[in-house]
């Protein structure tokens, strides 16, 4: 469904803006709990919404999310280690399977069975990049959103952590309300943000933009751009972002793809990785040259925006944190909202809840 922008606009009532710094998560969608390099053979420990996960990696390099929690003694699972492909707990050695199934007790008699008790077990996956991990506790029945240019030898990726002690709603209507490049303004990112039209179903809301962009990757060494401003000029670009629940996608013009891939923590916390992806596509003659040799170019480049990202990061997060602030102070104070774009989005997470009955 396409909405047309009106000539005026109204603020988003009050209720509605309340009501959802307080919103739980639909579990029923993939959401990313780490980096693939962050789990290794030691077991990691997450949360995502309020629920402790332990995440490690068996001796065939498969990774295997348990509720962090020892059935014997309640303490964290994720203070063990991996035996093969089993986790055993720090206390006292019980061992459990990916299965969440006591495998073992080092001390079981003779005449002792093993104890019954079973921990929950996660579907998670490993894909481009991060570990996808799917909280509900019915089988998933959709894929994870995926990044197809995180493999693509025509992207170079820049990845930034946002740690954010705030509701993620506050997180999504940063990223979905591009009148805020008013804060980046010395970082240079885009500017003159204008809404143009909204599409919205009842998982995604699209949110298109004209802006202007700093950036114009037409030649190799234009991607020099990203570290001297000097060499930006400013020219028009449509601004595309996305509400993907639960996750946010971007793209400004042809040059540059952004992800923000939530982990939302608790009501007060949320944890998210942003993704910063610059596309080579424009050099045809890049595409020329052996693969080993465009492989060594996208791994030299990984990281090429990184001071630009963390730096949109620190300023956001500095925002976020003193709007969740103001709310938990005073929860009926009434904001002014004139961007249709977060009347849609509120609506999307409110619909995300309801449905779950
Ligand atoms: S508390 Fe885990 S083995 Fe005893
Ligand atoms: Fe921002």
């Known amino acids: 469904m396409q909405q047309i922008i009106p000539e005026s606009t109204s603020p988003i009532s009050p209720t509605l803006q309340t009501g ?35 995440l490690y990696r068996d001796s065939t390099g498969k990774v295997h999310a348990l509720e ?34 006591c495998a073992a ?18 579907p998670v996956k490993e894909q481009d990049g991060f570990i996808w991990l799917f909280p509900a506790d019915v089988e998933p029945n959709i894929e994870p959103l995926g990044l197809p240019e995180w493999e693509h030898l025509n992207y170079i990726a820049t990845v930034s952590v946002i740690n954010t002690q705030a509701h993620y709603s506050y997180l999504i209507e940063n990223l979905m309300d591009m009148y805020h490049g008013h804060l980046h ?20 809301v699209h949110a298109h933009y004209t802006a202007q962009s700093y950036y114009k ?45 939530l982990c939302p923590v608790n009501e007060t916390e949320t944890k998210a990785y942003l993704i910063h992806f610059t596309s080579l596509n424009a050099f045809w003659r890049l595409h020329k040259l052996p693969v080993w040799f465009r492989r060594f170019i996208k791994d030299s480049l990984f990281g090429a925006a990184q001071k630009l990202l963390d730096g949109l990061v620190i300023q956001d997060v500095k925002m976020i944190e003193e709007e969740q602030q ?6 009926q104070i009434r904001n002014y909202e004139l961007n ?13 809840i309801e449905k779950l009955g």
């Not at 063990?80 to 990916?98: D, K, M, T």
């Open 20 to 54: 959802v710094r307080r919103l739980g998560i639909n579990p029923n969608h993939w959401y990313v709990v780490a980096r693939t390099s962050e789990v290794i053979n030691k077991p990691l420990s997450v949360t995502i919404w309020k629920k402790a996960i332990a």
């Open 68 to 101: 962090d929690r020892c059935p014997h003694r309640q303490v964290k699972l994720s203070h063990g280690q991996v035996i093969n492909n089993e986790l055993e707990c720090a206390y006292h050695g019980w061992r459990f399977n990916s299965e969440g199934e």
């Open 105 to 122: 007790v080092p001390y079981l008699a003779a005449n002792q069975k093993l104890p019954t008790c079973k921990i929950h077990h996660y």
């Open 185 to 204: 303004q010395d970082l240079q990112a885009w500017a003159e943000a204008s809404l143009q039209n909204i599409d919205e179903d009842e998982n995604s």
């Open 217 to 261: 990757i037409d030649k190799i060494w234009s991607i020099s751009q990203l570290f001297f401003p000097a060499l930006r000029r400013l020219h028009p670009e449509p601004l595309d972002v996305s509400y993907v629940y639960p996750h946010w996608v971007s793209t400004l013009g042809n040059d540059f793809k952004i992800y923000c891939l």
């Open 326 to 331: 103001a709310y938990l102070q005073n929860s």
């Open 340 to 352: 249709r774009a977060l009347v849609s989005v509120q609506k999307l997470m409110k619909t995300q």
